[in-house]
């Protein structure tokens, strides 16, 4: 049988569709298949920048006496957990819940079924520090299915017992209170690491949503040991390895606890999320760094990651090939020694750049070779001087082969995206960087909408050069999505974002809650799996379950809807149950939560457009850290053209003829104001 992958849209799964592994995409007919044929499922789930994934397919998937093996006792399918990340859950579950821990590449093995009955991850050519190889691991399952099928069945069948018995049981949890939150806090003290910042030890992730977390907690109690460790950990990371300190953005994580060495890919959703991190850590405390970081950041999005249709791919790889060797290698891209800084910049400037960025004969990373980093000990120097070295390393490593990059677009990380672009556009003056976000925007909406004829509207997961995937959206796509529209309606007084983000969100409502107010990752009319996937914690990003309620809660605030604000409510229900508990892994929704305990807040900003003051108005209305408050200008009502695009600005006219903002919290709204700095002190802001 063929490979059957070459005419999918997934960039992962191309990169297989040369394999002399008979692939199948996820599909029914593969299960049928090995139903007909008597055989197991091999289910091999990865994606495009993974490091292990590639090492995986060229020892084993690229190997022809492994691959006919496959071939003859397996029906063999490859997942992108990207495009499916309904099908990546519902058997990551079952790997972590039979091994305790997980990752990719993710191999499980299936009946025809789909039910799974034997796991594991990364198997290596050869057995490797007490792991067999993965031949031995492919004759072992062959061994069990032909002469213990019994035992086989039993296996799988009670697994899949066992992941139902799972079900998430947090609907009659009331939300979350002011206690809640302060455990939650008293937790992530506990764990915080007050030596390098972060949390927990290597490897050590950017903490994006705890972030958030902080400087909302921060924002509506004064906290100062909130607002501490979000700054020391995001100037810790902004001063490592882990950010590229020539060409902005950041890697997924960092190898070891000092935040020196990083696993080198770039992903959309991380940069998305530590963008709009930054920006809120200058909004709250003015730190150069933290602008200097958000800009950088969103100009490496827009320049590394955005795509011919005006969408931004899902990521950069971690490794690229090595110009002196031609060998693909993880950081080959990034990494510098002090011979090829003086190569670079001559004798002086070398020496200066070697000190200034951590660059040693020892090296910190492999061969004798470092990753930039910012130490803090690091010469005084000219920033004129340096700006110019950084500039000549920029352009001499653009002249290195480039790592590869996965153009798939993702509905949900695009949501982050714009969300972060339009308020970095808004907070630093960059009206271009609104113009991408609008863009991207334009994109989801023209392809990833789908409303045809004869079945219920949907967001569509992915797309690729302009054309629409096959995958239906999951909860993530959809409240990440109304997020992003929600933070451009904010910023650009357009209201049809805001139509658009209801649309979505009335999805959520009918078609992914549960009749107890919890909710479900996938619709309701979506694939059957085995298990119906369900998670309220987050990931690298957050969890569809608390996206969904704080774009449910912002909605509520903008409109007035009691079903919307109390959709969020009882979804919430969750944080009161594992806030206090596990804050590292839940901390969307406790930002969520922290909204909710402010208000949020309704502001209302009216004026005509070409008037100074209006903008004055909205820009500190942008600039206020009150908690997820909701944002919405344009003209007085009732007025010519303005009518009904914000139901806030319902009945708000101007202020003895001049620009005025209303600010409301809980039914009582405070007295009108015509002045930015009363605005910015009725919002929480520190900076009009």
Not at 59 to 77: G, K, P, R
Not at 99 to 112: E, I, R, S
Not at 183 to 207: H, I, N, S, W
């Amino acid at each position: 049988m063929p490979n059957r992958l070459a005419n999918e849209t997934s960039p992962y799964l191309l990169q297989h569709a040369d394999n002399p592994v008979d692939w199948w995409p996820w599909s029914p007919e593969a299960f049928a298949e090995a139903r007909e044929r008597g055989v197991p499922v091999l289910l091999s789930v990865g994606y495009s920048s993974c490091h292990w994934c590639h090492v995986l397919a060229i020892e084993s998937f690229q190997d022809e006496l492994t691959a006919a093996y496959m071939n003859e006792h397996f029906v063999n399918i490859k997942v992108d957990r990207e495009e499916r990340p309904d099908v990546d859950a519902v058997y990551m579950e079952a790997v972590q819940a039979a091994t305790g821990q997980g990752g990719w590449p993710m191999t499980v093995f299936l009946t025809a079924d789909a039910e799974p009955f034997y796991f594991g991850t990364y198997f290596p050519p050869e057995p490797r520090h007490g792991m067999p190889s993965f031949m031995q691991v492919l004759e072992g399952v062959r061994a069990a299915w032909v002469g213990r099928p019994e035992e086989v069945a039993e296996v799988a069948q009670k697994i899949v017992r066992d992941l139902a018995g799972r079900q998430l049981d947090y609907g009659k949890a009331g939300t979350p209170g002011a206690e809640e939150l302060a455990q939650a806090l008293l937790g992530l003290t506990r764990e915080y690491d007050a030596v390098r910042g972060g949390f927990g030890g290597a490897p050590k992730f950017p903490p994006s949503m705890v972030l958030e977390f902080l400087l909302r907690h921060h924002a509506r109690t004064g906290s100062e040991g909130a607002l501490q460790m979000a700054a020391d950990t995001c100037e810790a990371m902004a001063r490592g390895g882990i950010y590229d300190q020539l060409g902005g953005g950041f890697a997924r994580y960092s190898v070891d606890r000092e935040w020196v060495v990083p696993h080198f890919e770039k992903m959309l959703y991380d940069n998305a999320l530590l963008c709009r991190v930054y920006a809120h850590l200058w909004r709250a405390t003015g730190s150069e760094l933290a602008r200097r970081v958000a800009l950088e950041t969103a100009d490496f999005m827009v320049r590394e990651l955005r795509t011919a249709q005006g969408g931004f791919a899902s990521a950069l790889d971690a490794d690229s090939e090595d110009p002196l060797t031609g060998e693909h290698v993880e950081g080959a891209y990034y990494a510098w020694t002090p011979d090829r800084l003086r190569e670079v910049l001559g004798e002086d400037d070398g020496v200066l750049a070697a000190g200034y960025f951590g660059v040693t004969e020892e090296g910190t990373f492999e061969h004798g070779a470092s990753v930039l980093q910012l130490p803090q000990d690091g010469p005084a120097v000219d920033a004129e001087r340096i700006a110019g070295i950084r500039e000549r390393l920029l352009a001499a490593r653009a002249e290195r082969p480039a790592p590869g990059r996965d153009d798939k677009v993702v509905a949900a990380w695009n949501g982050l995206a714009i969300a972060a672009l339009a308020e970095c556009g808004a907070y630093f003056d960059r009206p271009d960087l609104v113009e991408r976000a609008t863009e991207a925007a334009d994109l989801l909406v023209r392809v990833h909408f789908d409303a045809a004829a004869g079945r219920a509207p949907r967001l569509a997961r992915t797309s690729k050069d302009g054309h629409v995937g096959a995958n239906a959206g999951v909860l993530e796509d959809y409240g990440d999505v109304a997020e992003g529209f929600l933070a451009l309606a904010a910023v650009t007084g357009e209201g049809v974002w805001l139509e658009f983000a209801g649309f979505l969100l009335d999805l959520v409502l009918d078609r992914f809650t549960a009749e107890d107010g919890s909710l479900y990752d996938t619709a309701h009319d979506a694939e059957k799996l085995i298990r119906r996937p369900q998670d309220p914690t987050d990931t690298a990003a957050p969890s569809g379950w608390t996206a969904a309620a704080g774009a449910l809660l912002s909605y509520a605030a903008h409109t007035g809807s009691e079903a919307h604000r109390t959709a969020a409510e009882r979804a919430l229900g969750v944080v009161q149950a594992l806030g206090p508990r596990v804050p590292r892994f839940i901390g969307h929704g406790l930002s969520v939560a922290e909204a909710l305990l402010d208000g949020p807040r309704e502001v209302a900003v009216v004026g005509h457009p070409e008037d100074p003051a209006r903008t004055a108005l909205h820009r500190a209305a942008l600039l206020g850290t009150a908690p997820g408050a909701v944002v919405a200008v344009g003209l007085p009502q009732p007025a010519e053209g303005g009518e009904g695009e914000f139901p806030l600005l319902a009945e708000r006219t101007l202020v003895h003829d001049l620009a005025a903002a209303y600010v409301c919290r809980h039914f009582v709204c405070a007295r009108p104001t015509t002045d930015p700095v009363e605005l910015a002190e009725q919002l929480g802001a520190v900076r009009p």
